[in-house]
Every structure is written in C-alpha cells, then in structure tokens.
Nanobody, 122 residues
Framework: QVQLVESGGGLVQAGGSLRLSCTAS????????MGWFRQAPGNEREFVAA????????NYADSVKGRFTISRDNAKNTMYLQMNSLKPEDTAVYYC???????????????WGQGTVVTVSE
C-alpha cells in the first residue's frame, strides 16, 4: 500500500510563496499520474493540479493557473507544488493522491494523508 505524506504548508501573507512536497512510499509512485487537491473549511475537496508519470503532461484548476506549478522528482518519490502570488482564498488543507489522468483527475487511493495546512493572510 502506498503511503503519501504532505509537507511544506504554513502561514504566509497574500502575495507570498510556498512550496509543498508530497513524498510517497512504495515502488508504484514513478508509474502513476499524481495530483494535488485542497479542502477549505466548509468546502468540498477540490482539484488543484496534476502531473503525468514522466512529467510530460500537466493540468491545473483555473483558479491557480499562472500562479502554481506542479513538478515531480521520481528518483526521490516526491511531487511538489510551487505556489506563488498566494491569495487568501488559497487557504486550505492540501492533499496529494494518485489520479486517473491529468485531464480526468479522479483520486485513486481511498485513503488520504493528513495533508498540510496553508494559511494565507490579508
């Protein structure tokens, strides 16, 4: 069973930057399309970004296009989310998961990690 651990969250002022990391255990990470999701208080979990196994294809939610960049290092079993020009509405718990495809990012693993909290102040 693959375990996913998110890290890198924190408190930042609007306009600031953070880089999130998702580290996976197990040997199936390199073959999987992966994605980032987030859940703000009182809201449903929503898709943020996805990246194919060889980093050829990426996909972003409209709300983060041009501000966030997804990447991965398969040698380290780690995926990243560089978040720039952060806005208060980006405040959420961020999670990673394998997804079916970049263009159809349905989460594949039933169990989610603890996530990492991002708080963007005014």
């Amino acid at each position: 069973q693959v375990q996913l651990v998110e890290s890198g969250g924190g408190l930042v002022q609007a306009g600031g930057s953070l880089r999130l990391s998702c580290t996976a255990s197990g040997r199936t990470f390199t073959s999987r399309t992966m994605g980032w999701f987030r859940q703000a208080p009182g809201n449903e979990r929503e898709f943020v970004a996805a990246i194919s196994s060889a980093s050829i294809n990426t996909n972003y939610a409209d709300s983060v296009k041009g501000r966030f960049t997804i990447s991965r290092d398969n040698a380290k079993n780690t995926m990243y989310l560089q978040m720039n020009s952060l806005k208060p509405e980006d405040t959420a718990v961020y999670y990673c998961n394998a997804v079916t495809a970049t263009w159809n990012p349905i989460p594949q693993f039933e169990f989610w990690g603890q996530g990492t909290v991002v708080t963007v102040s005014e």
